[in-house]
């Protein structure tokens, strides 16, 4: 059930995508990105993909476009970081990952992506994904 309104609407966003790692414990993609021009060590936003069928187009896009960036298949343990940022463009429902809040730091939480992921609105899950020519 939603506990926020946000989390009943779909959102497209387009950002600098810096990071795809594969979570084991769900075998979601879990992105970060910056706003579109950001640095590597901006403030970042978690998006994921699901491994479910109507996410099928959306992983494949990601993976396809992380093998033409790196020519290297996903590492299952620590994913890929990239040091130029892909711009992309997603849809997705907005959801609050309430699971990583923590009291001394309500805003941010804890364990969710990397240090410089500083929220705990997510689009999640995302369901179609496009690259914008450059």
Known sequence: ???DPH????????GDLWSVKLQLSD???H?????PGGE???DRIVVEIPAR????DARTAILDKRTEMTKAKLIKKNGTDFLKPVRVTLTGVGFFDATHWAKKKPKIGTDHGTKFVKTLWELHPVF??????T
Do not use: G, R, Y
């Not at 989390?7 to 387009?14: H, I, P, Q, R, V």
């Not at 992105?31 to 706003?35: A, R, S, V």
């Not at 069928?53 to 099928?56: C, H, I, L, R, V």
């Open 1 to 3: 059930m939603p506990i």
């Open 7 to 14: 989390e009943s609407k779909a959102f497209t966003l387009t």
């Open 27 to 29: 075998c979601d993609l």
């Open 31 to 35: 992105l970060e990105l910056t706003k």
């Open 40 to 42: 590597a060590n901006d």
């Open 53 to 56: 069928d109507f996410a099928t």
């Open 128 to 133: 179609k994904v496009e690259f914008p020519p």
